[in-house]
């Protein structure tokens, strides 16, 4: 089983930029298909990006699209989310998730999550 610990969060004005980190511990990221996730207070929990394995196939939210980045170090055992032209309704809790099925740019069961970490945009 792998173990997720996200990393780089923070309070940034509208139009900033920020990226997160996700370290993998325990099995290796190689055999899973990685996505960020977000919730914001009161609202579902909702991918934002996911990429696959080998990194070869990548998924964004429409919400996103255009801004978010998401990329993958499988040596190093970690998965980023580069974040531009932030804007306030991208305030949320971010988290990294790892499942073993990717079909169609989604996600299938995720098999582990991180504890989450906290973007701020301020406008």
């Known amino acids: 089983q792998v173990q997720l610990v996200e990393s780089g969060g923070g309070l940034v004005q509208a139009g900033g930029s920020l990226r997160l980190s996700c370290a993998a511990s325990?099995?290796?990221?190689?055999?899973?298909?990685l996505g960020w996730f977000r919730q914001a207070p009161g609202k579902e929990r909702n991918v934002v990006a996911a990429i696959s394995r080998l990194g070869g196939s990548v998924y964004y939210s429409n919400s996103v699209k255009g801004r978010f980045t998401i990329s993958r170090d499988n040596a190093n055992g970690t998965v980023y989310l580069q974040m531009n032209s932030l804007r306030p309704e991208d305030t949320a809790l971010y988290y990294c998730?790892?499942?073993?099925?990717?079909?169609?740019?989604?996600?299938?069961?995720?098999?582990?999550w991180g504890q989450g970490t906290q973007i701020t945009v301020s406008s």
């Open positions: 998730a790892a499942s073993t099925f990717f079909d169609g740019g989604k996600l299938g069961a995720i098999e582990a």
């Open positions: 325990g099995r290796s990221i190689s055999v899973y298909h």
